[in-house]
T-cell receptor, first 112, second 117 residues
Framework: DAGVIQSPRHEVTEMGQEVTLRCKLI?????LFWYRQTMMRGLELLIY????????DSGMPEDRFSAKMPNASFSTLKIQPSEPRDSAVYFC??????????FGDGTRLSIL | AQKITQTQPGMFVQEKEAVTLDCTYD???????LFWYKQPSSGEMIFLIY??????QNATEGRYSLNFQKARKSANLVISASQLGDSAMYFC??????????????FGTGTRLLVSP
């Protein structure tokens, strides 16, 4: 079975540019999570969806960040405009019910 | 207050020995789940083991076992017969609440394990 698929694996861009991170859920999973990992703050939950509906976006840093789930198997996390402090590894994870969460391989984002 | 506490920033162990990675948690919810993840240097997050708060027995998965002490609110990960490939960051995480399909996990700060030959 295919796992959670994230793209791109690496992104380097200049500050001010729009960045779009993509995530494909495991088939059959109904919950989708975006995490950000930095050395300073560890793993932080940004937002999570259940059945395509955003449940908790309290972890989203500011209005520059937005996340969507246009269908049951796909999500995007957009940063516009990007800033150097957004540099981090962004993980997408999916789950169903009480089963353990499965993570994608992450997107390593560097904003210059 | 920290929900998940991992007090060991780094641990060293020799190959083939057992190692225990500590994790304590804080919750007033009677229903919760505890997870351990491994993050090797390549960066991906790999699920290792899960313990539910109502599980009667300690979880085991191959060389991984979870020493669940509910009264002490600890969920230590035990890796038996360490291998060089076990060198990685290890994260403890907790899900609070009954099974609602909302799997909001809170992570600890991690422990870096280094296995030496």
């Amino acid at each position: 079975d295919a796992g959670v698929i994230q793209s791109p694996r690496h992104e380097v861009t200049e500050m001010g540019q729009e960045v779009t991170l993509r995530c494909k859920l495991i088939s059959g999973h109904n919950s989708l999570f975006w995490y950000r990992q930095t050395m300073m703050r560890g793993l932080e939950l940004l937002i999570y969806f259940n059945n395509n509906v955003p449940i908790d976006d309290s972890g989203m840093p500011e209005d520059r960040f937005s996340a969507k789930m246009p269908n049951a198997s796909f999500s995007t996390l957009k940063i516009q405009p990007s800033e150097p402090r957004d540099s981090a590894v962004y993980f997408c994870a999916s789950s169903f019910g009480d089963r353990p969460k499965h993570f994608g391989d992450g997107t390593r984002l560097s904003i210059l | 207050a920290q929900k998940i506490t991992q007090t060991q920033p780094g641990m060293f162990v020799q190959e083939k020995e057992a190692v225990t990675l500590d994790c304590t948690y804080d919750t007033s919810d009677p229903s919760y789940g505890l997870f351990w993840y491994k993050q090797p240097s390549s960066g991906e997050m790999i699920f290792l083991i899960y313990q539910g708060s109502y599980d009667q027995q300690n979880a085991t998965e191959g060389r991984y076992s979870l020493n669940f002490q509910k009264a002490r609110k600890s969920a230590n990960l035990v890796i038996s017969a360490s291998q060089l490939g076990d060198s990685a960051m290890y994260f403890c995480a907790m899900r609070e609440g009954a099974n609602t399909g909302f799997q909001k996990l809170v992570f600890g700060t991690g422990t870096r394990l280094l296995v030496s030959p």
